[in-house]
Nanobody, 125 residues
Framework: VQLQASGGGSVQAGGFRRLSCSTS????????VAWFRQAPGKEREFVSA????????YCGDFVKGRFTISRDNDKKTVYLQMNSLQLEDTAVYYC???????????????????WGQGTRVTVSS
């Protein structure tokens, strides 16, 4: 499966942004899709994931209800709605996918074999 992340850009603190991860390939419904991000000078970290099939969602602790992940299986696209953006949300956001991913591994990047190219989000004051 191929992934393409989009929707990044510049936004003021307190604002919002919606990222999209569009995919190609068959059986999209069988894939858990996640967002990770990498801030300048930091390691990549888990943001959020939506499970294959039933669509259970998971979020990193720092999200604190500000971000919402969703999937549209007909469009083969996963969205990350980011509200109340803060300066520390500045990062390159990557989407990743893996089929039938175990629930224990949704936040671990090494278990994802398919990655998009990343989209940059810059939050300014």
């Amino acid at each position: 499966v191929q992934l393409q992340a989009s929707g990044g850009g510049s936004v003021q603190a307190g604002g919002f942004r919606r990222l999209s991860c569009s995919t190609s390939g068959r059986a999209f419904i069988n894939y858990t899709v996640a967002w990770f991000r990498q801030a300048p000078g930091k390691e990549r970290e888990f943001v959020s994931a939506v499970k294959y099939g039933v669509g259970t969602t998971y979020c990193g602790d720092f999200v604190k209800g500000r971000f919402t992940i969703s999937r549209d299986n007909d469009k083969k696209t996963v969205y990350l709605q980011m509200n109340s953006l803060q300066l520390e949300d500045t990062a390159v956001y990557y989407c990743a996918a893996e089929s039938f991913l175990n629930d224990d591994n949704y936040s671990v990047e090494r278990y994802y074999n398919f990655w998009g190219q990343g989209t940059r989000v810059t939050v300014s004051s």
